[in-house]
């Protein structure tokens, strides 16, 4: 079967939290990375996003959701449950974005947060460096 074309909106300004179906080919992708046309909520900073070209994103899926593991964050999407896969990140250029989608609340941001500094032993760092 084949994926489901989904024409191009005019996007003009990213924000940080916001969804969008973004594509991505199998051509691209090897093992467990995540393919095809799919929503991904952009997590990098505003500053960032100002330029216009690169953003930083996570993907979400509606599969698997009955168990969370520490690097997955639970999200509801257009009333659609979901999580999002914070060991999936990685930079996207514009031209992939195709539709937006809807926004993550500030709850489902802090979890994401939290979950992405203990993905990466930041809470550590911070605490071997003397921040708390």
Known sequence: ???RI????NISVVRK??????RVSRRETEG???MKTRLWFIFSTDFLNKWKKRFVVIPLTSKKIEK???YEAPTLVNNIKGK???DQIRTVNKSRLLKYEGKL???EMKEIY???MELFNIWDYLEEEGYF
Not at 6 to 9: A, D, G, L, N, S
Not at 17 to 22: A, I, P
């Open 105 to 107: 609340t500030k709850k």
């Open 68 to 70: 969370i593991y520490n």
């Open 17 to 22: 939290c916001e969804g969008y179906t973004y």
């Open 32 to 34: 467990t990375e995540l």
């Open 84 to 86: 999002v896969l914070i």
């Open 1 to 3: 079967m084949g994926e």
């Open 6 to 9: 989904i024409v191009k909106e």
């Open 114 to 116: 939290t979950r992405f």
